[in-house]
C-alpha cells in the first residue's frame, strides 16, 4: 500500500500533468451547484513573494473566501449553450457573495471546467482578492452544446460574447481579463484581436502560448511534431466522451451536448491525424493553421487597446512562438511589421511584456506567476498604480547554465553579435560523435571535405528532445518525488554517438549565446529528400554536453523566404521556411544543396572554459516522426554534409559578452527546469 507522503507527492504530480495541453484529469474539487470551495483547492504558497515584485506596491490579502456558482447557462448568438462556472468573493462573515462590484476574469477552457487547476480553471488566489472568475467550457467541450472547433471563428466568437456577458454579470465592475495557460492562453490572444476597440476586455494574461501553430509546436521543419499531437489529440477525445458535469443536474441537456460531442471522433481527430499522415492538404502549412494562430492577428490586439502580460519558457512547446509574440505586439505597437525582427534602438513599451524562464510545458505552475499576474490585473481592472507596466526593459530572461535574471528589451537582443562559426575537420578529443569536428570562426581553405552520416530512422530517446515534446511530464515526476533530473537533459552525449559534432574551443571568457540561431547545411543525399536535426549544447570541461535548444528540417522544404526571414547585420538568423506544397522540392540524389535550419531562440551564459556544439542527426524520435509520403522519400539514404572552401557548412551563433546583460531585481519566478 502506498505510504500516504508518497500518495500525496503522486496525485500532485499527476493532477499537475494535467496542465496546459495533455489532459489525464484528477479533479482537485468536489463539485457543488452553489456553495463554498473546499480549503484543499486553494492556491500552492508561491515561492516569488508580492514584495520581490514591485517594491513600491503590495498585494491586496487574501480577504475574501470563494463562493461558486456551477453550470451557469450562456446562450450565444446561434442559440447555442455555453456552460460556466462562476466564482465570487465570499462574505467570510455571512458567507454569501461579498457585495462588490468586483472586475471578472475569464477563462475559455476546452479541459472540462471541473477540472479546478490554475492555468486550465479556476485559481482561487485571485478571487481571495476581490475578482470574479467565470470558468466557461469551450463549445463542443464540457458540458458545453456544439461540437469542437479547435481555436476556430465561431470559438472565438463565442470568446467575445462570453466577455460581453461577464461584462454585464451581475456584481461586475464592467472591467474583464483573461486567464490561463496553453490553449487557454492562445485562445487569449485570438479573442482579444476580434474584440475591436472600446471592447469591456481590458488586459489579459496568457501562458505558454503559440504563436504560429505550424511552426511552433505541430510540425518542426516540416515533420509532423507526433510525441505530442497524437498523446493530445488523444486525450482530448477522450475528455469529450465523459459525461458532462451538468448530466445530473439537466439529464436531458446533457445527454444531448454528450452526442454532440461524441460526433467530433469522427468529424475531427480521425480526418486531421489521417491527413496529416498521408500528406494530404494539413500536413502543409496553410489557412487551417494560420486562422488558429495568433501571430497574423498581433496588430489587432494592440489596435484594440489591450495589454498582455506573456509567460513561456525555454524549454516549453511554444519556446519559439513566445518571443515571437513579444516581438510582435512590440512592433505592433511600433507600427512596424509583426513577423520581423524588432529594430536596434526600437522604442518598447511596458503594455506588452514577457517572463521568460526554465520552465517545460508543465513545470511551470502557475500559482507562481500569480503575484505578477495580480499586478498586472489590478493595474489595467482596478486602476491601481502598481508601476509594473513602467518598464524600460518589459523583457525578463533566464540564462540558462547560470540561473540568473536579467531585464533587457529586444529581441533579437541588441546585446548579442552573431558570429559564424563553420564546421571543420579534426578530432577534438570532446566527443565520442562519427567524426568530432570542430567549429572554427574561419572558413575552410581545403577544396575537399565532407562528413558522411546515414539515414537510420531512430535515435536514441529520453534526451531532452522527449522530455520537451512530453511537455516536460516526466520531470515533474521526478520533482514530486525528489528526484533527480532525467540523465538526457544535463547531458546528451548519448544522444551525439548517432551523429555529427563540431565543436568550439574553449571560451577564454565567460559569453551569452543568447537568441536564434541558424544552422547552415551544403549536403546532398542518396535519396529524394532528407531530415537534418541541429542540436546545440554547451559542452563543460568535464565533457557533459548540456542540450540548451534544437531546430530540425526536412530536405524538400529547404525553399528559404527571404522576405520573411530573420536577418541581423547580414547574417541570417531565422531562416523562414513557407512548408507549403508548392514550395517544396524533392532532391536530386547526388547534388548538393543549401539547408537553412532554424534553431529555436535560448538564452545560456557559456561559463569560461566551456565549448558550444552544433550535433546533426538524421531523427529525431520520438518527438519526429515522419509522415508516409516523407517517410519514402528518406529510406536509405546517406548523405554528405560538406566542409571545404566552396561549400561551407555553417552556424551563426548570436554571441554576447559577459556584462552585457542587466541583472534583475526582481526574481520572476522559480528557477530550475
Known amino acids: 500500500m502506498t505510504a500516504p507522503a508518497t500518495k500525496s507527492k503522486w496525485m500532485k504530480a499527476a493532477a499537475y500533468v494535467v496542465t496546459g495541453s495533455l489532459l489525464l484529469p484528477i479533479p482537485t474539487v468536489t463539485a457543488k451547484t452553489t456553495g463554498s470551495v473546499p480549503h484543499h483547492a486553494r ?13 513600491t506596491w503590495s498585494p491586496e490579502p487574501a480577504t475574501y473566501g470563494v463562493y461558486v456558482e456551477k453550470n451557469v447557462r450562456i446562450t450565444m448568438s446561434d442559440g447555442t449553450i455555453l456552460l460556466a462556472d462562476v466564482y465570487r468573493p465570499k462574505d467570510p462573515q455571512t458567507g454569501q457573495p461579498a457585495q462588490g462590484p468586483f472586475p471578472v476574469i475569464l477563462a475559455m477552457t476546452p479541459y472540462r471546467k471541473d477540472i479546478t487547476i490554475p492555468g486550465v480553471g ?19 467541450t464540457g458540458s458545453s452544446e456544439g461540437e469542437w472547433e479547435f481555436l476556430g471563428p465561431r470559438e472565438i466568437q ?12 451581475p456584481g461586475s465592475t464592467g472591467k474583464v481579463g483573461m486567464m490561463g495557460e496553453s490553449y487557454l492562453g492562445i485562445n487569449q490572444l485570438l479573442v482579444a484581436a476580434a474584440v475591436g476597440p472600446n471592447s469591456p476586455l481590458k488586459c489579459i494574461v496568457p501562458l505558454v502560448a503559440a504563436n504560429d501553430l505550424y511552426r511552433d509546436t505541430a510540425f518542426m521543419g516540416g515533420i509532423p511534431d507526433l510525441e505530442f499531437s497524437l498523446p493530445w489529440l488523444t486525450l482530448r477525445a477522450g475528455l469529450d466522451e465523459l459525461p458532462p458535469d451538468s448530466l445530473l443536474q439537466s439529464p436531458g441537456l446533457g445527454l444531448e451536448t454528450a452526442l454532440q460531442h461524441t460526433s467530433a471522433l469522427s468529424g475531427f481527430y480521425l480526418p486531421l491525424l489521417t491527413d496529416i499522415e498521408t500528406g494530404g492538404p494539413l500536413s502543409y502549412d496553410g489557412p487551417f493553421w494560420e486562422s488558429r494562430s495568433p501571430g497574423p492577428v498581433l496588430a489587432d490586439v494592440v489596435r484594440n487597446g489591450i495589454p498582455a502580460l506573456l509567460v513561456g519558457g525555454w524549454f516549453d512547446l511554444f519556446q519559439r512562438g513566445e518571443i515571437l509574440n513579444y516581438v510582435g505586439l512590440q512592433n505592433a505597437w511600433n507600427h512596424l511589421p509583426t513577423d520581423q525582427p524588432m529594430q536596434p534602438n526600437e ?30 490585473y489590478d493595474r489595467w481592472l482596478k486602476d491601481e498604480s502598481t508601476g ?27 546585446e548579442a553579435t552573431p558570429v559564424t562559426y563553420y564546421f571543420s575537420d579534426g578530432r577534438t578529443g570532446t566527443a565520442h560523435s562519427l567524426n568530432d569536428g570542430w567549429l572554427l570562426p574561419s572558413k575552410p581553405t581545403t577544396l575537399a571535405g565532407a562528413d558522411t552520416i546515414p539515414y537510420t530512422g531512430l535515435s536514441i530517446p529520453l534526451n531532452r528532445s522527449t522530455v520537451q515534446w512530453f511537455m516536460g511530464a516526466t520531470e515533474l515526476v521526478n520533482r ?66 548540456y542540450p540548451l535548444t534544437e531546430g530540425a528540417l526536412l530536405g524538400s522544404f529547404r525553399t528559404v523566404d527571404t522576405q520573411k526571414s530573420w536577418y541581423v547585420k ?24 543549401e539547408f537553412d535550419i532554424e534553431v529555436f531562440p535560448t538564452l545560456d551564459y557559456v561559463a569560461p572554459g566551456h565549448r558550444l556544439r552544433v550535433t546533426i542527426t538524421t531523427s529525431d524520435i520520438p518527438h519526429l516522426i ?32 559577459p556584462s552585457a546583460f542587466t541583472p534583475s531585481p526582481v526574481n520572476w519566478g522559480p528557477g530550475g527546469s
Not at 158 to 169: H, Q, R, S, T
Open 388 to 414: 509594473i507596466d513602467q518598464t524600460s526593459t518589459p523583457l525578463h530572461v533566464y540564462a540558462l547554465s547560470q540561473g540568473t535574471w536579467y531585464n533587457t528589451d529586444r529581441v533579437p537582443f541588441d
Open 570 to 593: 547580414d547574417k541570417l538568423l531565422i531562416p523562414f521556411h513557407p512548408y507549403t506544397q508548392e514550395s517544396e522540392s524533392t532532391l536530386t540524389p547526388g547534388h548538393i544543396e
Open 122 to 140: 479556476f485559481d482561487p488566489y485571485f478571487v481571495e482578492r476581490g475578482y470574479i472568475e467565470v470558468v466557461a467550457d469551450v463549445r463542443g
Open 480 to 545: 514530486a518525488f525528489n528526484l533527480p533530473p532525467s540523465p538526457g537533459t544535463q547531458n546528451d552525449t548519448a544522444f551525439e554517438t548517432t551523429g555529427l559534432t563540431y565543436t568550439t574551443e574553449p571560451f577564454t571568457q565567460g559569453a551569452f549565446l543568447a537568441g536564434p540561431i541558424d544552422v547552415t547545411l551544403f549536403a546532398e543525399s542518396t535519396r529524394p529528400d532528407a531530415e537534418f536535426v541541429a542540436t546545440v549544447e554547451d559542452v563543460s570541461p568535464d565533457g557533459k554536453a
Open 626 to 657: 515522419p509522415s508516409g509520403p516523407q517517410s519514402t522519400r528518406l529510406l536509405g539514404g546517406v548523405y554528405e554534409i560538406e566542409r571545404n572552401s566552396t561549400y561551407a557548412s555553417y552556424v551563426n551563433f548570436p554571441i554576447a559578452p
Open 43 to 55: 492556491a500552492q504558497n508561491v515561492t516569488v513573494r508580492a514584495t520581490d515584485v514591485l517594491p
Open 347 to 376: 522604442p518598447v513599451t511596458g503594455r506588452y511584456q514577457l517572463i521568460m524562464g526554465p520552465w517545460y510545458h508543465l513545470t511551470l505552475m502557475p500559482t507562481a506567476i500569480d503575484p505578477f499576474a495580480l499586478a498586472w
Open 158 to 169: 463565442d470568446g467575445v460574447e462570453l466577455v460581453n456577458w461577464c461584462a454585464k454579470l
